[in-house]
């Protein structure tokens, strides 16, 4: 689940590729081609105004962020739900993913 706090003035749009995979199956053609641009009838823009609420199965659905332009920052919250507590995100991954800012938090 995502929360816009603060749009990017210029780029930072959310787009997706609902349900490109499943639990038992990576569905790698369809994500071959949704990556080469041969499936982007697929892909769907989400809202970037503050307050934007977005629950979407991200481990089901490619995703990803358009460059952000500009001095201001873009900040979103992201809420990531497990089925048992106590999981958290390995930290070398958020880092890859959010930048090393996340390293020791
Ligand atoms: O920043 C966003 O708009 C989406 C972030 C996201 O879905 C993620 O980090 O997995």
Redesign the pocket.
Known sequence: M?LMIQPAVTGGI?EMSPNSRTTSSENYDHVSDVLTGKRDDTIVSIGREPGALCIFK?CHSL?R?SPVVGDELRI?G?FVYEFSPGIVGDPKVNAT??GPRTLGH
């Open positions: 995502t959310f991200g995703h962020v979103m992201v993913i959010y």
